[in-house]
Structures are given as structure tokens and as C-alpha cells.
T-cell receptor
Framework: ETGVTQTPRHLVMGMTNKKSLKCEQHLGHNAMYWYKQSAKKPLELMFVYNFKEQTENNSVPSRFSPECPNSSHLFLHLHTLQPEDSALYLC???????????FGQGTRLTVV | ELKVEQNPLFLSMQEGKNYTIYCNYS?????LYWYRQDPGKSLESLFVLLSNGAVKQEGRLMASLDTKARLSTLHITAAVHDLSATYFC?????????????FGEGTQLTVNP
């Protein structure tokens, strides 16, 4: 248990669906991250938020839309996804931008 | 662009043996992290290495960092089955816009009885 909680743990969605992934941390961290982990590929950083402000968008397609209403919560809104978007989506947080990151359990997403 | 390479990507070893996993990175960095991931689970932080020559040990695992060679090693001593997992190194490249953690591909370790 790292203190970073993601819901849901598993999600199956059609290509025309709209869904959201949720991440919550009560560690008092100021930075939060979304990563994508696909089979046989390194973890890919998607988005970085620092004090609720987005500081990085790693050329992520617009069908992924992040939202950070406060330093404790991070969402990833999904719409019109493709099958190749199926992956494990990991949320992480850190006290500051350049300090150790703690990861949530991940959401296993399958797009059908 | 920062690149992080791990070697080997797959490692099968017997219990009781020693082995080293290598992590090379391409640009200057003073922060390197090692994580462990069990199948279907999240990443668990193992070590944070913050300076050249840093060495940290936890149980049968020891990590070191050589920033001049841009190399970190994760040494496994007298492996046991419970160490079977995928191990990732990650390098922090500080830029003007903030931190960016770049991960290696991971080393899938299997320890056989």
C-alpha cells in the first residue's frame, strides 16, 4: 500500500464509450503523474501536474484528457479510444517534482 | 532525449546464485531510482540514488550509481524465489520545465528453486 489509490482496477470499454480513471493520494504530495504501461514497452509518461497545474503533456492524443481539481486528486477522461490504447494506466505522486514517486495499483484498461 | 537501457531484459537464475542487472542512461543525471513490479501489481520503490558513488543495500539487493559512467547496477546476492519480479530503473532528467522520470524497459527476473 503506497498511499496512492486508483479506481477502477479494471475497465473494459468500447471505442465509442466515455469513461474516467480516478487517482487519489493523501500523502500531502504536490506533484501527480499519469503513466501508460504497455506490454513489452517501457513506462511512458503521459501527463505531469504540479500544484494542480499541468506542467507536461508528452504528446498524448486528445482522446485522453486529464483533470486535476486539487493536489490530492487526478482524473484521466477517456473518449473514442482505440484498441491500441489498451494498457495498464498508472498514477503516481511525489512530494515535489524531482523527488521519489509513489505509484498506485494501476487501472487495467481494455478497449474493444 | 534521455534514453535508459537495462541489461539483461530477461534473467533466469537459480536460488543461491549472484547476478547483476545494469542500467545505462544517456544524459547527465544525479537521480536514479530502482523499482520492483510483481505481476498485476504496481511499482514498489526499492532504492533512491542521489549522488555519484551512492550505494544502498536492502536485504539481498544492493544498488550503486556511477554518474560519470552513467551507469547504475542492481546486484542480487544469493537469490531466493521471492525476488522473482520485474525490476525497473528510472532516471530523473531535470529540465527547465521540471522533472521528468524516464524508465528503462525493465528486467524480468525469475529465480528457480
Amino acid at each position: 500500500e503506497t498511499g496512492v489509490t486508483q479506481t477502477p482496477r479494471h475497465l473494459v470499454m468500447g471505442m465509442t464509450n466515455k469513461k474516467s480513471l480516478k487517482c487519489e493520494q493523501h500523502l500531502g504530495h504536490n506533484a501527480m503523474y499519469w503513466y501508460k504501461q504497455s506490454a513489452k514497452k517501457p513506462l511512458e509518461l503521459m501527463f505531469v501536474y504540479n500544484f494542480k497545474e499541468q506542467t507536461e503533456n508528452n504528446s498524448v492524443p486528445s482522446r485522453f484528457s486529464p483533470e486535476c481539481p486539487n493536489s490530492s486528486h487526478l482524473f484521466l477522461h477517456l473518449h473514442t479510444l482505440q484498441p491500441e490504447d489498451s494498457a495498464l494506466y498508472l498514477c503516481a505522486s511525489s512530494r515535489e517534482l524531482n523527488t521519489e514517486a509513489f505509484f498506485g495499483q494501476g487501472t487495467r484498461l481494455t478497449v474493444v | 532525449e534521455l534514453k535508459v537501457e537495462q541489461n539483461p531484459l530477461f534473467l533466469s537464475m537459480q536460488e543461491g546464485k549472484n547476478y547483476t542487472i545494469y542500467c545505462n542512461y544517456s544524459t547527465t543525471s544525479d537521480r536514479l531510482y530502482w523499482y520492483r513490479q510483481d505481476p498485476g501489481k504496481s511499482l514498489e520503490s526499492l532504492f533512491v540514488l542521489l549522488s555519484n558513488g551512492a550505494v544502498k543495500q536492502e536485504g539481498r539487493l544492493m544498488a550503486s550509481l556511477d554518474t560519470k559512467a552513467r551507469l547504475s547496477t542492481l546486484h542480487i546476492t544469493a537469490a531466493v524465489h521471492d525476488l522473482s519480479a520485474t525490476y525497473f530503473c528510472a532516471v530523473d532528467s531535470l529540465r527547465t520545465s521540471g522533472s521528468r522520470l524516464t524508465f528503462g524497459e525493465g528486467t524480468q527476473l525469475t529465480v528457480n528453486p
